[in-house]
């Protein structure tokens, strides 16, 4: 037995997971993430029939949930539940990976105006400040529309490409505000550049980054799910949730499950994600857990 | 080298405020030889705190240093530096501790990793040699089980241990000149006599040179050899230890010294000095003390004094150098604006 003063401490993300996983929404929502995530990367293994056969399209035209089509099948007697896990593979693709290039760029872009001369700073924060200013819908459907056959790398990059300005202005008032504190100020007395700064402020601004990437990939399946709903996503045959909607959209009232399968998995992955980042907010800034703890009535 | 280790001349730091510029240091010269200790002392807001910024020009771009200013460590000006070099010598030649030791520490980062760092960034040394040397140097600023407290986090530690720790950071690179800035002043009394005798003995076993930046005098009686009396951006006095505390010339230092409460006299109340120090964006015509100054006479409010030699390695900016007998006439002038 050592007899230290102290207790050897945990690390602030030691625990920063440990206020995480004393809250149950915050854990639902990573199960269900995991869960999700798993099934996505599992789908070829574990889906019942293939996505695209259509083995009988007259007589298993939209089927109602049995025995072997679980979730029933769609308008051209496709298995539902199939198409389904391989849907979310797209889903989660393009929600993952947009929100992480779009976070790293915001978070480049947000450390560079933070730290660099007050023209820069300038430079880029009006140039973020107009680029919020455009309706990020229309410019991708614009640049979607250009495309017969969009290919995955297209969507996720356009997305990304589009959605990195509110995190870059994020990062860049946290920097500002960072580097005026006095262990910023005896970093640069010791002799330290840009580089040593980076790594000083990065751990504070890492929590920024990874809730609002979390947040971010919520909003950004969504999306995804909307352009394909307007048919400017993946084309068809390959299912994803937006196009099994659309596709759902005239059986709504004879097969309902069609429509309502993709969107209900659509509402419990977008919920999950969200639940997540909003934990993960509580978690890694802890003033927000006094907050709540001290006016935490509603 | 038989200059000095750090020569300040003419160094004027100029702050342009909403309310005019604040011309914060005046025209200093400073001197700190190899292995001395030298006190900067004076009030709050008389711009000792921005002339320690200032040598390694941590003040710009908000504040403007003047053109003929030079500050030189072993001849070499540091304010003509490029800033790739003004890197090396921050840190590895001349070392910074800072009033706050609560918050100068990165928080969210090991104290040992912290320390590392500083060498890192001046030798080319593995990872693990800096930890090394971290810890070393945690040992010797009097961290009990360095070794594992070099794992922990600046919360965990007392305001002197992280003040120890702040030592450990500026001196690890084994610096020529640390200047510290009120190092004590955070901390309680008991601590402050330790991490005084601790400076001291580093000093001693470095070899380097302290600039100790202090309002406190019983911190400069104890600690330094010369002592450089500051007040509303200038120099106002010089002198060796001994001399300013058996005869301080300048009006302001004796009433430092008449203000340090004292056991060996019965005084119902201490001596205070009327008024407060003027503000940077408009220091008072002639010599900026006489509002405040018990002798001051008409020369005063008109013609700013320069400093005048007023003994052996004495200086001090005040008429009463050539006019002495003044002093004794008392305070027939008004002492009050």
């Known amino acids: 037995m050592t007899a230290g003063l102290v207790a050897p401490s945990p690390t602030p993300w030691r625990q920063a997971w440990s206020r995480f996983a004393r809250r149950w929404p915050a854990v639902l929502g990573l199960g269900a993430v995991l869960l999700i995530v798993l099934a996505a990367l599992l789908a070829p293994a574990i889906a019942p029939h293939d996505p695209l056969a259509m083995p009988?399209?007259?007589?298993?035209?939209?089927?109602?949930?049995?025995?072997?089509?679980?979730?029933?099948?769609?308008?051209?007697?496709?298995?539902?539940?199939?198409?389904?896990l391989y849907g979310a593979r797209v889903s989660l693709a393009v929600?993952?990976?947009?929100?992480?290039?779009?976070?790293?760029?915001?978070?480049?872009?947000?450390?560079?105006?933070?730290?660099?001369?007050?023209?820069?700073?300038?430079?880029?924060?009006?140039?973020?400040?107009?680029?919020?200013?455009?309706?990020?819908?229309?410019?991708?459907?614009?640049?979607?529309?250009?495309?017969?056959?969009?290919?995955?790398?297209?969507?996720?990059?356009?997305?990304?490409?589009?959605?990195?300005?509110?995190?870059?202005?994020?990062v860049r008032s946290h920097v500002r505000r960072l580097a005026a504190e006095p262990w910023a100020a005896a970093?640069?007395?010791?002799?330290?550049?840009?580089?040593?700064?980076?790594?000083?402020?990065?751990?504070?601004?890492?929590?920024?980054?990874?809730?609002?990437?979390?947040?971010?990939?919520?909003?950004?399946?969504?999306?995804?799910?909307?352009?394909?709903f307007l048919g400017l996503g993946l084309g068809p045959p390959t299912p994803t949730w937006g196009n099994m909607i659309l596709e759902g959209r005239d059986l709504l009232f004879t097969a309902p499950w069609v429509a309502l399968t993709p969107g209900l998995a659509l509402t419990v992955t977008v919920i999950a994600f969200n639940l997540v980042g909003d934990g993960l907010r509580d978690a890694l800034d802890p003033r927000a857990v006094a907050r709540s703890a001290a006016g935490g009535v509603a | 080298m038989s200059g000095p280790l750090l020569e300040i001349?003419?160094?004027?730091?100029?702050?342009?405020?909403?309310?005019?510029?604040?011309?914060?240091?005046?025209?200093?010269d400073l001197d700190v030889r190899v292995g001395e200790t030298v006190g900067l002392v004076g009030e709050s807001g008389c711009g000792k705190s921005v002339m320690a910024l200032a040598v390694l020009r941590l003040v710009e771009p908000d504040g403007i240093v003047g053109s003929g200013s030079s500050v030189r460590l072993e001849g070499r000006d540091l304010l003509a530096l490029p800033a790739k070099e003004l890197r090396a010598v921050r840190g590895n030649h001349i070392a910074i501790v800072f009033q706050e030791p609560a918050?100068?520490?990165?928080?969210?980062?090991?104290?040992?990793?912290?320390?590392?760092?500083?060498?890192?960034?001046?030798?080319?040394?593995?990872?693990?040699?800096?930890?090394?040397?971290?810890?070393?140097?945690?040992?010797?600023?009097?961290?009990?089980?360095?070794?594992?407290?070099?794992?922990?986090?600046?919360?965990?530690?007392?305001?002197?241990?992280?003040?120890?720790?702040?030592?450990?950071m500026a001196l690890v690179c084994r610096p020529r000149l640390l200047i510290a800035d009120e190092p004590t002043t955070a901390l309680d009394?008991?601590?402050?006599?330790?991490?005084?005798?601790?400076?001291?003995?580093?000093?001693?076993?470095?070899?380097?040179?302290?600039?100790?930046?202090?309002?406190?005098?019983?911190?400069?009686?104890?600690?330094?050899?010369?002592?450089?009396?500051?007040?509303?951006?200038?120099?106002?006095?010089?002198?060796?230890?001994?001399?300013?505390?058996?005869?301080?010339?300048?009006?302001?230092?004796?009433?430092?010294?008449?203000?340090?409460?004292?056991?060996?006299?019965?005084?119902?109340?201490?001596?205070?000095?009327?008024?407060?120090?003027?503000?940077?964006?408009?220091?008072?015509?002639?010599?900026?003390?006489?509002?405040?100054?018990?002798?001051?006479?008409?020369?005063?409010?008109?013609e700013m004094p320069p400093l005048l030699e007023a003994g052996p390695e004495q200086k001090a900016r005040c008429w009463l150098v050539q006019e002495p007998e003044r002093r004794h006439q008392g305070t027939e002038g008004d002492g009050s604006p």
Not at chain 2, 112 to 117: K, L, M, R
Not at chain 2, 132 to 144: D, H, N, Q, S, T
């Open chain 2, 189 to 302: 009394v008991t601590i402050q006599a330790e991490i005084l005798v601790l400076l001291a003995e580093l000093q001693r076993r470095l070899g380097m040179a302290v600039l100790l930046i202090t309002h406190n005098l019983g911190i400069v009686a104890e600690a330094t050899q010369r002592v450089y009396v500051m007040y509303a951006g200038q120099l106002v006095e010089e002198a060796p230890n001994v001399a300013l505390f058996a005869h301080p010339v300048h009006p302001y230092t004796e009433g430092l010294l008449a203000a340090v409460p004292r056991l060996d006299r019965k005084r119902d109340r201490l001596a205070q000095i009327p008024g407060q120090v003027p503000p940077a964006t408009a220091w008072p015509p002639g010599c900026r003390f006489h509002p405040r100054c018990p002798y001051a006479w008409d020369r005063c409010r008109t």
């Open chain 1, 95 to 170: 929600g993952i990976a947009s929100a992480l290039i779009a976070v790293l760029l915001g978070g480049a872009v947000g450390f560079a105006a933070g730290l660099g001369s007050p023209a820069v700073d300038a430079l880029l924060m009006r140039g973020v400040d107009v680029a919020l200013a455009l309706p990020r819908v229309f410019i991708l459907l614009a640049a979607l529309a250009l495309w017969d056959d969009v290919p995955l790398g297209a969507i996720i990059l356009l997305i990304a490409l589009t959605g990195w300005f509110g995190v870059s202005r994020l």
């Open chain 2, 103 to 168: 918050s100068a520490l990165n928080p969210v980062l090991t104290i040992g990793d912290q320390i590392a760092e500083a060498v890192t960034t001046h030798e080319k040394v593995s990872r693990r040699e800096a930890w090394e040397r971290a810890v070393e140097m945690l040992a010797l600023v009097g961290i009990p089980d360095a070794a594992e407290r070099a794992h922990g986090y600046p919360h965990q530690l007392s305001g002197g241990m992280r003040q120890r720790v702040l030592i450990a």
């Open chain 1, 56 to 84: 009988d399209p007259v007589g298993l035209r939209a089927a109602p949930p049995s025995w072997p089509h679980l979730l029933g099948t769609d308008a051209f007697s496709r298995d539902m539940l199939s198409r389904l």
């Open chain 1, 187 to 228: 970093t640069t007395a010791l002799g330290g550049g840009r580089r040593r700064m980076m790594r000083h402020l990065l751990p504070h601004v890492a929590a920024t980054i990874i809730v609002s990437a979390t947040l971010d990939i919520g909003n950004i399946i969504l999306l995804e799910a909307g352009l394909s």
């Open chain 2, 9 to 28: 001349r003419d160094l004027r730091i100029t702050f342009h405020t909403a309310e005019g510029s604040a011309r914060a240091v005046d025209g200093v």
